[in-house]
């Protein structure tokens, strides 16, 4: 069984300013962990992912997050927010390769950049 | 990268009508493909896991006779809502996992929002 907490529906930043938006895990089995964006009304884009090798993880625009196995832990973090950040963002889990049930999603941030 | 496609991406129709929404793989093979549910301000709900030649999987709670889904080739799938009720209304998002591909990647569609009248 695999679940998945964010923690704050919303999050506010200014422009320029740190983003972190939390995800924490709950997974029976070694997990693959992924974040994804999504804008209105439009489909869920990757933004990155952990599978196996290095903890830290960089993706696209600007994006990183770190696993930590021991604080079951997958935050996303930012340096400097952009307008253009302003969307939904979802964390998932995965099994390994061969499990039936695939991705599950926590319930999603809502990311507000402040001029 | 991998792109999907869905269409329509807009549809509005009367309520008990039946409503089909195509899945397309546009460059790549897709063995499985899934259906999710999204309403509005919330997370997307797994309805169905969806296997090319073979029957799909339902989550516990969808119903399979009002949620068809066929999976008739490796780049496309379809979900017809049969006999649509205003309840039925959501954003409705496929994603399709690359036939062999690792790491259980999956890419989504932009998404088909269903206005039942």
């Known amino acids: 069984a695999q679940s998945v907490t964010q923690l704050g529906s919303h999050v506010s930043v200014s422009e320029g300013a740190l983003v972190l938006l939390r995800c924490n895990y709950s997974?029976?089995?070694?997990?693959?962990l992924f974040w994804y964006v999504q804008y209105p009304n439009q489909g869920l884009q990757l933004l990155l992912k952990?599978?196996?090798?290095?903890?830290l993880v960089k993706g696209i625009n600007g994006f990183e997050a770190e696993f930590k196995k021991s604080e079951t832990s997958f935050h996303l973090t930012k340096p400097s927010a952009h307008m253009s950040d302003a969307a939904e963002y979802f964390c998932?889990?995965?099994?390994?390769?061969?499990?039936?049930?695939?991705?599950?999603f926590g319930s999603g941030t809502q990311l507000t950049v402040l001029p | 990268g991998a792109v999907v496609s869905q269409h329509p991406s807009r549809v509005i129709c009367k309520s008990g009508t039946s409503v089909k929404i195509e899945c397309r793989s546009l460059d790549f093979q897709a063995t499985t493909m899934f259906w999710y549910r999204q309403f509005p301000k919330q997370s997307l709900m797994l309805m169905a896991t969806s296997n090319e030649g073979s029957k799909a999987t339902y989550e516990q709670g969808v119903e399979k006779d009002k949620f068809l889904i066929n999976h008739a080739s490796l780049t496309l799938s379809t979900l017809t809502v049969t006999s649509a009720h205003p309840e039925d209304s959501s954003f409705y998002i496929c994603s399709a996992r690359l036939a062999g591909g690792p790491n259980n990647e999956q890419f989504f569609g932009p998404g088909t929002r269903l206005t039942v009248l």
């Open positions: 952990y599978t196996t090798g290095a903890t």
């Open positions: 998932a889990v995965s099994a390994a390769p061969g499990s039936a049930r695939q991705l599950t």
């Open positions: 997974s029976s089995v070694p997990p693959y």
